[in-house]
C-alpha cells in the first residue's frame, strides 16, 4: 500500500473521522458545526462521524496520541490524517482530509 491514499481513490471512499472534544465549549461547539457542514457538501451518504468527549472518557486520547483538543481524526481511508483546531480553516481541513480544494462537475 502506498504512504498516502490517490485522489482517486478518495473520490469513492467511505470516511469515518472521529472528532475529540472536551466538553461543550464554544471551539468545541464550532469543530462540530464545521465538521458536519463540510461532509453533508462534500461527503454526503459516504461519512461516519464518531464525537469523543474527553470530559467523559479520558482514556480514548491515547487510542489516537491526541494532545490538544478539538483534533479531527480521519480514522478510514487509511492513513490516518489528525487535524487540531476548530476545523474553520476549510482550505487547510480539506488539506487534511486529501480532498480537492475545488469540486469537479462532469464535463
Same mark, same amino acid.
Given at each position: 500500500?502506498?504512504p498516502t491514499t490517490p485522489l482517486e481513490d478518495l473520490d469513492a471512499a467511505s470516511f469515518h473521522l472521529r472528532l475529540y472534544v472536551? $466538553? !461543550?465549549?464554544?471551539?468545541? &461547539?464550532? &469543530? !462540530? &458545526?464545521?465538521?458536519?457542514?463540510?461532509?453533508? /457538501?462534500?461527503?454526503?451518504?459516504?461519512?461516519?462521524? +464518531?464525537?469523543? =468527549? *474527553?470530559? %467523559? +472518557?479520558?482514556?480514548? /486520547?491515547?487510542? =489516537? $496520541?491526541? @494532545?490538544?483538543?478539538?483534533?479531527?481524526?480521519?480514522?478510514?481511508?487509511?492513513?490516518?490524517?489528525? @487535524?487540531?483546531? =476548530?476545523?474553520? %480553516?476549510? /482550505?487547510? *481541513?480539506?488539506? $487534511?482530509?486529501?480532498?480537492?480544494? &475545488?469540486?469537479? $462537475?462532469? /464535463?
Amino acid at each position: 500500500m502506498s504512504p498516502t491514499t490517490p485522489l482517486e481513490d478518495l473520490d469513492a471512499a467511505s470516511f469515518h473521522l472521529r472528532l475529540y472534544v472536551a $466538553g !461543550q465549549t464554544p471551539r468545541s &461547539a464550532l &469543530a !462540530q &458545526a464545521n465538521l458536519y457542514a463540510l461532509c453533508e /457538501a462534500r461527503l454526503a451518504g459516504r461519512h461516519s462521524i +464518531e464525537v469523543v =468527549d *474527553l470530559m %467523559d +472518557e479520558p482514556s480514548r /486520547a491515547r487510542t =489516537d $496520541g491526541v @494532545i490538544a483538543v478539538p483534533t479531527l481524526v480521519r480514522v478510514s481511508p487509511e492513513p490516518t490524517r489528525k @487535524i487540531v483546531g =476548530d476545523l474553520s %480553516d476549510t /482550505a487547510r *481541513l480539506l488539506a $487534511g482530509l486529501e480532498l480537492p480544494a &475545488a469540486q469537479t $462537475g462532469p /464535463a
